[in-house]
C-alpha cells in the first residue's frame, strides 16, 4: 500500500504563505482522487481540498480562493499551495486518499500566528 509523508509546514503570520508537499511512497496514477485535510485542537477533522487524477479540484469554502491543491504524477507528489493564510488555518495538515482510508499519516503542524 503506498505510503503518504506530509511537509512543509511552520509557523507563519498572518497573510503568509506556505507550501505542503505529501510525498507518496509508489505510483499515485491510479489514484482516483487525493485530498489535504486538517484537524485542529478540539475540533473534527476535515477535508480542505481535493483533486482527482484528470485535474478536477473542489475546495473547502473556507479556504476558496487562498489555497491551490495540485498534483504531480511522475513525481508522486501531490501540494497545497497556502496564501493569504488565517489564524483560523491553524491545525495538523495530512494527506489521503478520497474518501480516505483508515490509515493516516503524521500530518504537518501548520500554525498562523503573529
Known amino acids: 500500500q503506498v505510503q503518504l509523508v506530509e511537509s512543509g509546514g511552520g509557523l507563519v503570520q498572518p497573510g503568509g504563505s506556505l507550501r505542503l508537499s505529501c510525498a507518496a511512497s509508489g505510483s499515485i496514477r491510479s489514484i482516483v482522487a487525493m485530498g489535504w485535510y486538517r484537524q485542529a485542537p478540539g475540533k473534527q477533522r476535515e477535508l480542505v481540498a481535493a483533486?482527482?487524477?484528470?485535474?478536477?479540484?473542489n475546495y473547502a469554502d473556507s479556504v476558496k480562493g487562498r489555497f491551490t491543491i495540485s498534483r504531480d504524477n511522475a513525481k508522486n507528489t501531490v501540494f497545497l499551495q497556502m496564501n493569504s493564510l488565517k489564524p483560523e488555518d491553524t491545525a495538523v495538515y495530512y494527506c489521503?486518499?478520497?474518501?480516505?482510508?483508515?490509515?493516516w499519516g503524521r500530518g504537518t503542524q501548520v500554525t498562523v500566528s503573529s
Open positions: 483533486i482527482t487524477s484528470g485535474g478536477s479540484t
Open positions: 489521503n486518499t478520497r474518501p480516505p482510508r483508515p490509515a
